[in-house]
Protein backbone atom coordinates (compact mmCIF):
# COMPACT_ATOMS: atom_id res chain seq x y z
CA UNK A 1 0.00 0.00 0.00
CA UNK A 2 1.28 3.41 -0.74
CA UNK A 3 -0.25 6.45 0.91
CA UNK A 4 0.58 10.26 -0.35
CA UNK A 5 -0.64 12.54 1.76
CA UNK A 6 -0.96 16.18 1.17
CA UNK A 7 2.86 15.90 -0.62
CA UNK A 8 3.42 19.37 -1.66
CA UNK A 9 7.41 19.82 -3.74
CA UNK A 10 8.35 23.45 -4.81
CA UNK A 11 11.79 23.70 -6.31
CA UNK A 12 12.62 27.34 -6.22
CA UNK A 13 9.73 29.25 -7.87
CA UNK A 14 8.39 25.86 -9.56
CA UNK A 15 5.53 24.37 -7.33
CA UNK A 16 6.07 20.52 -9.11
CA UNK A 17 3.39 19.20 -6.61
CA UNK A 18 0.91 20.71 -4.86
CA UNK A 19 -1.05 18.99 -1.79
CA UNK A 20 -1.67 15.94 -3.01
CA UNK A 21 -3.13 12.93 -1.55
CA UNK A 22 -4.01 9.75 -2.77
CA UNK A 23 -3.72 5.82 -2.20
CA UNK A 24 -1.79 2.73 -4.01
CA UNK A 25 -4.00 0.00 -3.19
CA UNK A 26 -2.84 -3.67 -3.27
CA UNK A 27 -4.14 -6.54 -5.35
CA UNK A 28 -4.74 -3.40 -8.72
CA UNK A 29 -2.39 -1.82 -11.07
CA UNK A 30 -2.41 1.95 -10.50
CA UNK A 31 -1.46 4.02 -13.85
CA UNK A 32 -0.41 7.38 -13.10
CA UNK A 33 -1.00 9.71 -15.94
CA UNK A 34 -0.11 13.18 -16.46
CA UNK A 35 1.29 15.60 -19.23
CA UNK A 36 4.80 16.15 -19.51
CA UNK A 37 5.77 18.31 -16.01
CA UNK A 38 2.73 17.22 -14.12
CA UNK A 39 4.99 16.42 -11.21
CA UNK A 40 4.56 12.04 -11.49
CA UNK A 41 8.19 12.00 -11.08
CA UNK A 42 8.69 13.83 -8.64
CA UNK A 43 5.84 12.14 -6.56
CA UNK A 44 7.42 9.35 -7.18
CA UNK A 45 10.82 10.18 -5.72
CA UNK A 46 9.46 11.54 -2.72
CA UNK A 47 7.57 7.89 -1.93
CA UNK A 48 10.66 6.90 -2.99
CA UNK A 49 12.70 8.54 -0.27
CA UNK A 50 14.97 10.26 -3.05
CA UNK A 51 13.41 13.48 -2.91
CA UNK A 52 12.35 15.65 0.92
CA UNK A 53 8.74 17.02 0.09
CA UNK A 54 8.42 20.49 1.33
CA UNK A 55 5.61 19.44 2.67
CA UNK A 56 3.31 16.84 3.16
CA UNK A 57 4.02 13.11 3.53
CA UNK A 58 4.40 10.03 1.63
CA UNK A 59 4.48 6.30 3.08
CA UNK A 60 5.00 2.89 2.04
CA UNK A 61 2.92 0.10 4.32
CA UNK A 62 2.43 3.12 6.72
CA UNK A 63 5.86 3.63 6.95
CA UNK A 64 8.17 6.37 5.07
CA UNK A 65 10.58 4.54 2.55
CA UNK A 66 13.67 5.32 5.11
CA UNK A 67 11.62 3.69 8.15
CA UNK A 68 11.00 0.44 6.31
CA UNK A 69 12.74 -2.55 8.27
CA UNK A 70 14.21 -4.57 5.10
CA UNK A 71 13.64 -1.99 2.06
CA UNK A 72 14.42 -4.28 -1.45
CA UNK A 73 12.01 -6.79 0.05
CA UNK A 74 9.03 -4.26 0.83
CA UNK A 75 9.15 -2.16 -2.50
CA UNK A 76 11.03 -2.20 -5.78
CA UNK A 77 11.27 0.96 -8.18
CA UNK A 78 12.79 1.60 -11.58
CA UNK A 79 12.71 5.47 -11.97
CA UNK A 80 15.60 5.86 -15.54
CA UNK A 81 16.78 2.52 -16.64
CA UNK A 82 19.19 4.58 -18.60
CA UNK A 83 20.88 5.88 -15.18
CA UNK A 84 22.64 2.39 -14.79
CA UNK A 85 26.59 2.20 -15.18
CA UNK A 86 27.24 0.99 -18.61
CA UNK A 87 30.77 -0.99 -17.62
CA UNK A 88 28.81 -3.71 -15.80
CA UNK A 89 27.55 -6.89 -17.40
CA UNK A 90 23.75 -7.33 -16.47
CA UNK A 91 24.98 -10.12 -13.50
CA UNK A 92 27.56 -8.19 -12.29
CA UNK A 93 25.15 -5.10 -11.66
CA UNK A 94 22.05 -6.98 -10.11
CA UNK A 95 24.51 -9.29 -8.01
CA UNK A 96 26.01 -6.07 -6.34
CA UNK A 97 22.31 -4.66 -5.75
CA UNK A 98 21.14 -8.24 -4.43
CA UNK A 99 24.12 -7.76 -2.17
CA UNK A 100 23.51 -4.34 -1.29
CA UNK A 101 20.21 -5.60 -0.16
CA UNK A 102 21.23 -9.03 1.58
CA UNK A 103 19.12 -11.01 -1.09
CA UNK A 104 20.25 -14.59 -2.56
CA UNK A 105 22.84 -14.59 -4.83
CA UNK A 106 19.94 -17.10 -7.08
CA UNK A 107 17.24 -14.23 -7.05
CA UNK A 108 19.82 -12.87 -9.63
CA UNK A 109 19.56 -15.98 -11.83
CA UNK A 110 15.36 -16.19 -11.36
CA UNK A 111 14.56 -12.27 -12.35
CA UNK A 112 16.97 -12.69 -15.03
CA UNK A 113 14.98 -15.57 -16.31
CA UNK A 114 11.95 -13.66 -15.62
CA UNK A 115 12.93 -10.81 -17.39
CA UNK A 116 13.86 -12.40 -20.29
CA UNK A 117 17.71 -11.46 -19.91
CA UNK A 118 19.37 -14.86 -19.00
CA UNK A 119 21.13 -14.74 -22.68
CA UNK A 120 22.30 -11.61 -22.15
CA UNK A 121 23.49 -11.80 -18.51
CA UNK A 122 27.35 -11.81 -18.89
CA UNK A 123 26.93 -8.80 -21.57
CA UNK A 124 28.03 -5.26 -20.75
CA UNK A 125 24.87 -3.10 -20.61
CA UNK A 126 26.93 -0.73 -22.36
CA UNK A 127 25.65 -2.34 -25.74
CA UNK A 128 22.13 -2.81 -24.32
CA UNK A 129 19.32 -1.57 -26.57
CA UNK A 130 16.61 0.74 -24.88
CA UNK A 131 14.22 -2.19 -24.17
CA UNK A 132 16.86 -4.46 -22.68
CA UNK A 133 17.93 -1.56 -20.33
CA UNK A 134 14.29 -1.23 -19.13
CA UNK A 135 14.25 -5.31 -18.70
CA UNK A 136 17.52 -4.62 -16.83
CA UNK A 137 15.35 -2.19 -14.68
CA UNK A 138 12.44 -4.32 -13.97
CA UNK A 139 14.77 -7.24 -12.84
CA UNK A 140 16.32 -4.71 -10.39
CA UNK A 141 12.86 -3.61 -8.88
CA UNK A 142 11.90 -7.29 -8.76
CA UNK A 143 14.83 -8.48 -6.92
CA UNK A 144 13.59 -8.33 -3.40
CA UNK A 145 10.19 -10.22 -4.71
CA UNK A 146 8.71 -6.60 -3.42
CA UNK A 147 4.82 -6.71 -2.23
CA UNK A 148 4.93 -3.19 -3.57
CA UNK A 149 6.47 -1.69 -7.15
CA UNK A 150 6.50 2.05 -8.22
CA UNK A 151 8.20 2.20 -12.06
CA UNK A 152 8.70 5.39 -13.69
CA UNK A 153 7.32 4.83 -17.53
CA UNK A 154 8.67 0.98 -17.78
CA UNK A 155 7.04 0.77 -21.36
CA UNK A 156 9.31 2.54 -23.02
CA UNK A 157 11.96 1.10 -25.84
CA UNK A 158 10.02 -2.27 -25.16
CA UNK A 159 8.90 -3.21 -28.69
CA UNK A 160 5.09 -4.90 -29.15
CA UNK A 161 6.08 -8.32 -27.48
CA UNK A 162 7.78 -6.72 -24.80
CA UNK A 163 4.73 -4.47 -23.74
CA UNK A 164 2.47 -7.17 -24.05
CA UNK A 165 5.42 -9.10 -21.58
CA UNK A 166 5.10 -6.47 -19.21
CA UNK A 167 1.64 -6.36 -18.89
CA UNK A 168 1.01 -9.80 -18.39
CA UNK A 169 3.96 -9.62 -15.64
CA UNK A 170 2.46 -6.84 -14.26
CA UNK A 171 -1.03 -7.74 -14.32
CA UNK A 172 0.00 -11.23 -12.44
CA UNK A 173 2.10 -9.06 -9.91
CA UNK A 174 -1.09 -7.48 -8.87
CA UNK A 175 -3.28 -10.58 -8.93
CA UNK A 176 -0.51 -12.26 -6.72
CA UNK A 177 -1.94 -9.49 -3.99
CA UNK A 178 0.93 -6.96 -5.01
CA UNK A 179 0.64 -3.15 -4.81
CA UNK A 180 1.82 -2.02 -8.55
CA UNK A 181 1.82 1.72 -9.42
CA UNK A 182 3.18 3.03 -13.16
CA UNK A 183 3.32 6.02 -14.86
CA UNK A 184 2.97 6.02 -18.68
CA UNK A 185 2.61 8.08 -21.47
CA UNK A 186 0.96 5.61 -23.82
CA UNK A 187 -3.02 5.15 -22.95
CA UNK A 188 -3.79 2.23 -24.80
CA UNK A 189 -1.53 0.51 -22.69
CA UNK A 190 -2.71 1.87 -19.94
CA UNK A 191 -6.01 1.45 -20.67
CA UNK A 192 -5.39 -2.20 -21.16
CA UNK A 193 -3.06 -2.74 -18.04
CA UNK A 194 -4.34 -0.20 -15.43
CA UNK A 195 -7.38 -0.58 -12.88
CA UNK A 196 -7.40 2.33 -11.45
CA UNK A 197 -6.11 5.87 -12.52
CA UNK A 198 -4.35 8.50 -10.76
CA UNK A 199 -4.34 11.67 -12.91
CA UNK A 200 -2.57 14.98 -12.31
CA UNK A 201 -2.01 18.33 -13.68
CA UNK A 202 0.49 20.79 -12.80
CA UNK A 203 0.78 19.07 -9.63
CA UNK A 204 -2.73 19.02 -7.79
CA UNK A 205 -5.07 15.64 -8.21
CA UNK A 206 -7.56 15.76 -11.13
CA UNK A 207 -8.88 11.80 -11.04
CA UNK A 208 -8.50 8.99 -8.79
CA UNK A 209 -11.01 6.57 -10.05
CA UNK A 210 -10.88 3.06 -11.71
CA UNK A 211 -10.08 3.24 -15.50
CA UNK A 212 -13.52 1.61 -16.33
CA UNK A 213 -15.73 4.43 -14.21
CA UNK A 214 -13.61 6.70 -16.46
CA UNK A 215 -14.16 5.79 -19.25
CA UNK A 216 -17.88 5.09 -18.80
CA UNK A 217 -18.46 8.81 -17.87
CA UNK A 218 -16.99 10.06 -21.23
CA UNK A 219 -20.29 9.95 -23.71
CA UNK A 220 -19.51 7.40 -26.48
CA UNK A 221 -20.85 8.58 -29.97
CA UNK A 222 -23.07 7.09 -32.60
CA UNK A 223 -21.44 6.99 -35.90
CA UNK A 224 -24.12 6.44 -39.01
CA UNK A 225 -23.60 6.14 -42.26
CA UNK A 226 -26.67 7.52 -44.97
CA UNK A 227 -26.81 8.28 -48.30
CA UNK A 228 -28.92 10.93 -47.00
CA UNK A 229 -26.48 12.37 -44.67
CA UNK A 230 -27.65 16.11 -44.57
CA UNK A 231 -31.38 15.16 -44.25
CA UNK A 232 -30.54 12.82 -41.33
CA UNK A 233 -27.93 15.35 -39.86
CA UNK A 234 -30.84 18.00 -40.05
CA UNK A 235 -33.26 15.44 -38.18
CA UNK A 236 -30.84 14.38 -35.92
CA UNK A 237 -30.40 18.19 -34.52
CA UNK A 238 -34.14 19.18 -34.43
CA UNK A 239 -34.02 16.19 -32.31
CA UNK A 240 -31.39 17.63 -29.37
CA UNK A 241 -28.52 15.71 -30.98
CA UNK A 242 -25.20 17.55 -31.95
CA UNK A 243 -23.99 16.31 -35.28
CA UNK A 244 -20.46 16.30 -36.49
CA UNK A 245 -19.84 15.26 -40.05
CA UNK A 246 -16.58 12.75 -40.75
CA UNK A 247 -16.10 12.11 -44.02
CA UNK A 248 -13.72 9.35 -44.29
CA UNK A 249 -13.06 8.96 -40.79
CA UNK A 250 -11.89 5.68 -39.82
CA UNK A 251 -14.56 3.52 -37.68
CA UNK A 252 -14.70 0.63 -35.22
CA UNK A 253 -15.99 -1.80 -38.74
CA UNK A 254 -14.00 -0.10 -41.83
CA UNK A 255 -11.55 2.40 -42.00
CA UNK A 256 -11.78 3.15 -45.59
CA UNK A 257 -15.22 4.74 -46.54
CA UNK A 258 -17.40 2.60 -48.38
CA UNK A 259 -18.06 4.10 -52.28
CA UNK A 260 -21.46 4.91 -52.89
CA UNK A 261 -22.43 4.45 -49.13
CA UNK A 262 -22.99 8.44 -48.53
CA UNK A 263 -21.68 10.67 -45.85
CA UNK A 264 -20.30 9.72 -42.51
CA UNK A 265 -22.19 11.33 -38.95
CA UNK A 266 -20.90 11.34 -35.47
CA UNK A 267 -23.90 12.27 -33.25
CA UNK A 268 -23.75 13.10 -29.65
CA UNK A 269 -26.84 12.89 -27.08
CA UNK A 270 -28.34 10.43 -28.52
CA UNK A 271 -28.45 6.80 -28.38
CA UNK A 272 -27.66 3.90 -31.94
CA UNK A 273 -31.43 2.94 -31.30
CA UNK A 274 -32.79 6.21 -31.53
CA UNK A 275 -30.39 7.42 -34.54
CA UNK A 276 -32.01 4.66 -36.22
CA UNK A 277 -35.74 5.32 -35.21
CA UNK A 278 -35.11 8.80 -36.41
CA UNK A 279 -33.39 7.61 -39.76
CA UNK A 280 -36.64 5.52 -39.94
CA UNK A 281 -39.06 7.91 -39.23
CA UNK A 282 -37.56 10.33 -41.70
CA UNK A 283 -37.25 7.87 -44.95
CA UNK A 284 -33.31 7.96 -44.23
CA UNK A 285 -31.52 5.00 -45.28
CA UNK A 286 -28.86 3.79 -43.09
CA UNK A 287 -25.87 1.39 -44.26
CA UNK A 288 -23.72 1.59 -41.56
CA UNK A 289 -24.47 2.31 -37.31
CA UNK A 290 -22.22 1.46 -34.37
CA UNK A 291 -21.55 2.97 -31.06
CA UNK A 292 -18.11 5.09 -30.99
CA UNK A 293 -16.85 4.88 -27.74
CA UNK A 294 -14.20 7.46 -26.32
CA UNK A 295 -10.21 5.93 -26.38
CA UNK A 296 -8.46 6.83 -22.86
CA UNK A 297 -6.54 9.52 -24.52
CA UNK A 298 -9.37 10.87 -25.34
CA UNK A 299 -10.89 10.80 -21.48
CA UNK A 300 -7.41 11.66 -20.40
CA UNK A 301 -7.63 14.69 -22.62
CA UNK A 302 -10.54 15.83 -21.65
CA UNK A 303 -10.45 15.58 -18.46
CA UNK A 304 -6.67 17.12 -18.26
CA UNK A 305 -8.18 20.20 -20.43
N1 LIG B 1 15.40 18.65 -9.74
C1 LIG B 1 14.57 19.59 -10.21
N2 LIG B 1 14.88 20.90 -10.13
C2 LIG B 1 14.05 21.85 -10.58
N3 LIG B 1 12.84 21.60 -11.13
C3 LIG B 1 12.47 20.32 -11.24
C4 LIG B 1 13.30 19.25 -10.78
N4 LIG B 1 12.65 18.07 -11.01
C5 LIG B 1 11.47 18.41 -11.58
N5 LIG B 1 11.36 19.74 -11.73
C6 LIG B 1 10.20 20.47 -12.28
O1 LIG B 1 9.04 20.00 -11.62
C7 LIG B 1 7.95 19.84 -12.54
C8 LIG B 1 7.45 18.41 -12.49
O2 LIG B 1 8.43 17.57 -13.12
P1 LIG B 1 8.30 15.98 -13.15
O3 LIG B 1 9.55 15.45 -13.79
O4 LIG B 1 7.97 15.47 -11.81
O5 LIG B 1 7.05 15.77 -14.11
P2 LIG B 1 6.58 14.44 -14.86
O6 LIG B 1 5.09 14.43 -14.72
O7 LIG B 1 7.31 13.26 -14.37
O8 LIG B 1 6.96 14.80 -16.36
P3 LIG B 1 7.39 13.82 -17.58
O9 LIG B 1 6.16 13.11 -18.00
O10 LIG B 1 7.86 14.80 -18.60
O11 LIG B 1 8.48 12.92 -17.07
C9 LIG B 1 8.47 20.31 -13.87
O12 LIG B 1 8.12 21.67 -14.03
C10 LIG B 1 9.98 20.16 -13.75
O13 LIG B 1 10.63 21.07 -14.58
Redesign the pocket.
Known amino acids: MIQVIELTKT??A?R?VSHLTFDVVPGQVTGFL??????????MRMVLGLHAPTSGTALINGVRRRDLRDPMREVGAMLDAAEVQGGRSALAHLQALAYAGGIPRRRVVQVLEEVGLAGAARRRIAGFSQGMRQRLGIAAALLGDPGVLILDEPVNGLDPDGIRWLRTLLRSLAAEGRTVLL?S?LMTEMSLTADRLVIIGR?RLIEDTTTAALLARFQGEVLVRSPHADHLAAALEAAGATVRRAPGEGTPAASAPVPGAGGELLVTGLSAAATGDIALANGCAVHELATRRPSLEEAFMETTR
Not at 34 to 43: E, V, Y
Request: aromatic letters at 6%; hydrophobic letters at 10%.
Open positions: YGTAGHNGAGKSTTSHG
